[in-house]
């Protein structure tokens, strides 16, 4: 049986396929530690892909079912000015209704349990009410 995407899928694309699985094989210190901190639904029960590319931008991390992108990067990405594929690649995500934070990399080798509690904090960001509850 094959499989046939959809015109409008944006995840996985195959043109990024090779570049992703490059990724995946050479991540950095926070990127491994990270990893082993969230595969096998380890947080709260939630499934993480590594290196998800939605589009042509690759992701450090992504929970499907939170629509939630996890970037960590070093001290550069967090100057006044972060470079423009950051900013597009933000903007990217966001239109097509995907959340993406970011952490450094020193945060999350030296401050695990801080960086944790930031992601369950955006856990069903996209389902909250904008109306007030009877």
């Given at each position: 049986?094959?499989?046939?995407?959809?015109r409008?899928?944006?995840?996985?694309?195959?043109?990024?396929?090779?570049?992703?699985?490059?990724?995946?094989?050479?991540?950095?210190?926070?990127?491994?530690?990270?990893?082993?901190?969230?595969?096998?639904?380890r947080?709260?029960?939630?499934?993480?892909?590594?290196?998800?590319?939605?589009?042509?931008?690759?992701?450090?991390?992504?929970?499907?079912?939170?629509?939630?992108?996890?970037?960590?990067?070093?001290?550069?990405?967090?100057?006044?000015?972060?470079?423009?594929n950051?900013?597009?690649?933000?903007?990217?995500?966001?239109?097509?209704?995907?959340?993406?934070?970011?952490?450094?990399?020193?945060?999350?080798?030296?401050?695990?349990?801080?960086?944790?509690?930031?992601?369950?904090?955006?856990?069903?960001?996209?389902?909250?009410?904008?109306?007030?509850?009877?």
């Amino acid at each position: 049986m094959t499989f046939k995407r959809s015109r409008t899928d944006i995840h996985t694309l195959p043109q990024v396929a090779k570049f992703r699985d490059k990724l995946r094989k050479n991540l950095t210190p926070a990127e491994a530690a990270f990893w082993n901190l969230v595969k096998n639904s380890r947080l709260d029960g939630r499934k993480f892909r590594r290196q998800h590319s939605i589009g042509k931008y690759i992701f450090d991390f992504y929970c499907p079912s939170e629509k939630l992108a996890i970037e960590l990067d070093g001290a550069l990405h967090f100057a006044d000015h972060p470079g423009l594929n950051d900013r597009s690649k933000r903007t990217y995500a966001e239109r097509h209704g995907i959340r993406v934070i970011r952490f450094e990399n020193k945060l999350v080798l030296e401050d695990t349990e801080w960086v944790l509690d930031v992601i369950r904090s955006h856990f069903g960001w996209w389902n909250e009410r904008t109306t007030p509850s009877d």
